[in-house]
Nanobody, 119 residues
Framework: QVQLVESGGGLVQPGASLRLSCAAS????????MGWYRQAPGKQRELVAT???????NYGDSVKGRFTISRDNAKNTVYLQMNSLKPEDTAKYYC?????????????WGQGTQVTVSS
């Protein structure tokens, strides 16, 4: 079993910053790549950023240069630093982790944390 605890969402003004955190816990599995996705009302869920255990990152085009993903492997925790927030960043942000046992791998989603950017 895997658990994800997300935190850090909220209401901010355009141009502000927020930092999201997501901590994974498991007694059985290895935590592999972790990442953030977001979904705005009426839109499909989209990639925000992912990061491997080795630190390789991948960003969605709309957040490149503004958001930074990082992780602490010892804590199985991923962070998303969001700068220069725009109203179009308003969405529910979901943490995702891939986890494995031997050759078998699956992924798990958090409950989501709301980010609202509005003046």
């Amino acid at each position: 079993q895997v658990q994800l605890v997300e935190s850090g969402g909220g209401l901010v003004q355009p141009g502000a910053s927020l930092r999201l955190s997501c901590a994974a816990s498991t007694r059985t599995f290895s935590i592999n790549a972790m990442g953030w996705y977001r979904q705005a009302p009426g839109k499909q869920r989209e990639l925000v950023a992912t990061i491997t255990t080795g630190g390789t990152t991948n960003y969605g085009d709309s957040v490149k240069g503004r958001f930074t993903i990082s992780r602490d492997n010892a804590k199985n925790t991923v962070y998303l630093q969001m700068n220069s927030l725009k109203p179009e960043d308003t969405a529910k942000y979901y943490c995702n982790t891939k986890y494995s046992l031997g050759d078998w791998e699956d992924d798990y989603w958090g409950q989501g944390t709301q980010v609202t950017v509005s003046s």
